[in-house]
């Protein structure tokens, strides 16, 4: 059973600080990387996808892949209030699989 | 660019009623994934649609089923709805595969009672 490791959370930062989310998977074999963010009552969005190893980096987002650790994470930069939502990595080896996601809150 | 649109948005069924979900995936995606979505479970998928064909499909029992159109419209079908097969149906679309990015719809929030 393939599997996505996130913690839960929830995960407090204060506005303009960088906020930090990980996640471990379990399948070597695995190529493809996606963060998802989900505001409460909304379906998930698509922030970013990885494939390679190292940094991707969009807007106030990077994207941190390392594949020999099955970790990879997500740096928000400067975070403000409306980034205040739940945070889903995925992956994708035979069929896509979720962590259970982290919920961010960032304060003023 | 309309982004991918699930319809209806809310259903409230009856045990053992059946149901079927519709979703139509932005312009020029031919990939149509399905899942559900519950505080318990998280989201979890149901399967892939491709070119008309099932690709890939997740461990739920064979009430679930799902086919897809040559216009890349996709219907998922549940049968026999049991009281916890209530939650948050989601479907994504994507270009070519799940892994070329994929999109979610609004989802269909179904209750079972």
């Known amino acids: 059973q393939k599997e996505v490791e996130q913690n839960s959370g929830p995960l407090s930062v204060p506005e303009g600080a960088i906020a930090s989310l990980n996640c471990t998977y379990s399948d070597r074999v695995s190529q493809s990387f996606f963060w998802y963010r989900q505001y409460s009552g909304k379906s998930p969005e698509l922030i970013m996808s990885?494939?390679?190893?190292g940094d991707k980096e969009d807007g106030r987002f990077t994207a941190q892949l390392n594949k020999a650790s099955q970790y990879v994470s997500l740096l928000i930069r400067d975070s403000q209030p409306s980034d205040s939502a739940t945070y889903l990595c995925a992956f994708k080896s035979y069929i896509p699989t979720f962590g259970r996601g982290t919920s961010l809150i960032v304060h003023p | 660019k309309a982004g991918v649109t699930q319809t209806p948005r809310y259903l409230i069924k009856t045990r053992g009623q059946q149901v079927t979900l519709s979703c139509s995936p932005i312009s020029g995606h031919r990939s149509v994934s399905w899942y559900q979505q519950t505080p318990g479970q998280g989201l979890q998928f149901l399967f892939e649609y491709f070119s008309e064909t099932q690709r890939n499909k997740g461990n739920f029992p064979g009430r679930f089923s799902g086919r897809q159109f040559s216009n890349s419209r996709s219907e998922m079908n549940v049968s026999t709805l049991e009281l916890g097969d209530s939650a948050l149906y989601l479907c994504?679309?994507?270009?070519?595969?799940?892994?070329?990015?994929?999109?979610f719809g609004q989802g269909t929030r179904l209750t079972v009672v």
């Open positions: 994504a679309s994507s270009r070519d595969s799940w892994d070329t990015e994929a999109f």
């Open positions: 990885i494939y390679s190893n």
